[in-house]
């Protein structure tokens, strides 16, 4: 009877914390209420359903068939709506032309509006929350003609967490994923274990935690492409649990838990680790001094979503960067402009393969005029595409290189060239 009373005291105190934090991060985060309408429609009789949740989806017009597919998984208290608020999926998805599907907690599953990803029957292939996300997938890509190949799955906190599910009990269904603040699939399997594991440093071993992606499915592979991101002070999903996240994905890939590089985003730092054909299949951003939240960046080209609370502007746009790495400007409607101007032909040679690209600026959208208007340039070439393709021409792996806003000067991006420079030169492993 003891036993039981410290248990239940122990459940109670992670559960008076976990409710603090929430406050205390919402009340920090909270800014004046801008009424919107959504912009999400819910959908209904997409399937069996045995997890009790709802969809709501987004399509931008004129999409095209067989365009991709984006599920985005909102956090604790939080709604579709104020999901797609915050992070600004659908305005990047009228970009680029791809459709996005919001799932959506009840109150009645979870009284903080969680998804139940700790929960045995609800994380299992073809049982509970699980089965309802896939049935979401299913209904969507049949219904607005999209492309199966190009599904992905993206969330915050308890919707990271649930990404992972996802992409462990049906990894044949997703090309990607991206977690933000996100625990590993397999960690709990109770509330306590879940409290346990977001408080505490976790360090679980890599073959363990690929062991438990593996046993969900008879699939072997190819795997999908993980995007982590995690705040260096996130004080409710402690940090430990994105090194997890990597462990347990390159275990799965059979790739070094080495990263194949590292770089500087401003003061945030970017690792990426690619197979052995370079290509980019796990990276991980380490956001300094961020707290728990989706990184935002609201003040420059990358502008997209808007901050409150668990929606944070630290200089970065999570939604831009995760976009990019999965490739989803490649598939745009309207491919965007974004180039740096220079005055003469740029040539890149590899062996026999040849380049010329003309690189001058376009003219404006609009002129200085009397009111003063500033003059805004589109620019016609992306160095970075150049490089690519003359990586591409030469037979040589292309470097993953993110994608940039589109209507911005671009900036070369140093990292994932030189390796594939290097790695074409022999001189470095594979």
Not at 60 to 84: F, I, N, R
Not at 294 to 300: F, N, R, S, W
Request: proline share 7%; charged share 20%; aromatic share 8%.
């Amino acid at each position: 009877m003891r036993d039981l009373r410290q248990v239940l005291a122990r459940l109670q105190a992670f559960r008076s914390k976990f409710e603090d934090l929430l406050a205390a991060a919402r009340n920090k985060g909270r800014v004046a209420p801008v009424r919107r309408p959504t912009r999400l429609r819910e959908v209904t009789g997409f399937g069996a359903n045995p997890g009790n949740l709802r969809m709501f989806a987004y399509t931008p017009k004129h999409m095209p068939p067989g365009a991709p597919l984006v599920v985005a998984l909102h956090g604790c208290t939080q709604t579709s709506h104020e999901y797609d608020q915050g992070t600004g999926w659908s305005s990047l998805a009228d970009r680029f032309g791809f459709a996005v599907v919001y799932p959506q907690q009840q109150p009645t599953n979870n009284p903080k509006n969680c998804f139940s990803w700790f929960l045995p029957g609800d994380i299992a292939r073809d049982h509970g929350e699980a089965l309802s996300i896939k049935e979401m997938v299913e209904h969507a890509v049949a219904t607005f003609t999209l492309d199966r190949r190009q599904v992905f799955v993206t969330g915050l906190s308890a919707g990271g967490a649930m990404a992972c599910v996802m992409l462990a009990t049906y990894p044949e269904v997703f090309a990607g994923g991206a977690i933000i603040a996100g625990l590993p699939y397999g960690c709990a399997n109770n509330v306590q274990q879940a409290f346990e594991a977001m408080f505490a440093e976790n360090g679980h071993a890599a073959q363990a935690l690929g062991d438990r992606v593996r046993a969900q499915s008879k699939h072997r592979g190819p795997w999908p492409k993980v995007s982590v991101w995690h705040g260096t002070s996130d004080p409710i999903v402690k940090s430990s649990n994105g090194e997890d996240i990597i462990r347990q994905w390159t275990n799965v890939h059979g790739i070094s838990d080495t990263p194949t590089y590292e770089e500087m985003i401003g003061i945030h730092t970017r690792r990426v680790w690619n197979d052995a054909n370079g290509n980019a299949m796990i990276e991980a951003f380490s956001v300094k001094g961020m707290a728990h939240g989706v990184p935002l960046a609201t003040t420059d080209g990358e502008s997209c979503g808007a901050a409150g609370a668990f929606f944070l502007d630290v200089g970065i746009s999570s939604t831009h960067h995760i976009a990019g790495f999965w490739r989803l400007h490649e598939s745009a409607v309207e491919m965007p402009h974004a180039a740096v101007s220079v005055s003469a032909p740029i040539q890149i040679a590899h062996g026999r393969a040849v380049i010329m690209v003309e690189a001058a600026a376009e003219g404006s959208h609009s002129s200085a005029g009397a009111d003063g208007e500033e003059r805004q340039k589109r620019y016609s070439l992306d160095p970075n595409a150049v490089i690519a393709a003359a990586f591409k021409a030469a037979g040589l792996p292309v470097p993953e290189i993110p994608a940039q806003p589109p209507d911005t000067r671009p900036r070369v991006a140093p990292g994932p060239i030189i390796t594939a420079a290097l790695r074409a030169a022999g001189l470095v492993q594979s």
